[in-house]
């Protein structure tokens, strides 16, 4: 369960995660010690799974990026799948999906070339029988999960008013 100052603690990290310590419990009304510690239990507790950085891909050479719905005529969703398409390194995300495709990835390459190359060696995979891709023109935006967005307890504690007096 995440708390109000957890919440605080992640929108502040998500924002700058290099700040130290010592300002972000200033941010969010704690001691350096007690913010520290608490970001330590969020990480043990995985609700904090990485800290990056974030490039542009475009200023990095991958400005061409896309969506591909994987066919199969196999449940794809092993560890055989997800370890020959982590082997692909243009491959960003890769999820199993229910509805037409068994598998969605994110794709970003230098070229359109290198995207065909990344399609091929998609088609490589075990029980793969088909590719669509979508290239993405422009992207308006991409964001994080925002932890504003989520009630600060997911599973309250239930209340039956139907024992409570008059």
Do not use: C
Request: aromatic share 4%; charged share 25%.
């Amino acid at each position: 369960m995440v708390d109000d100052i957890d919440r605080a603690l992640l929108m502040h990290l998500q924002r700058d995660a290099t700040q130290s310590y010592a300002a972000l419990a200033k941010a969010v009304g704690l001691s350096a010690g007690a913010a520290h510690d608490r970001v330590r239990k969020l990480r043990e507790r995985g609700v904090i799974r990485r800290t990056t950085v974030d490039v542009s891909p475009a200023l990095v050479g991958r400005g061409v990026s896309a969506f591909v719905m994987v066919s199969a005529d196999s449940w794809m969703g092993d560890v055989p799948t997800r370890d020959a398409l982590a082997a692909i390194p243009e491959i960003q995300e890769a999820h199993i999906i229910a509805g037409a495709a068994s598998l969605l990835v994110k794709i970003r390459t230098a070229t359109t070339e290198d995207l065909q190359a990344a399609l091929r060696r998609i088609f490589g995979v075990d029980g793969v029988t088909g590719t669509q891709a979508m290239v993405v023109l422009e992207t308006f935006f991409e964001r994080s999960v925002s932890v504003l967005d989520q009630p600060s307890d997911p599973h309250p504690a239930d209340t039956d008013a139907s024992t409570s007096g008059p």
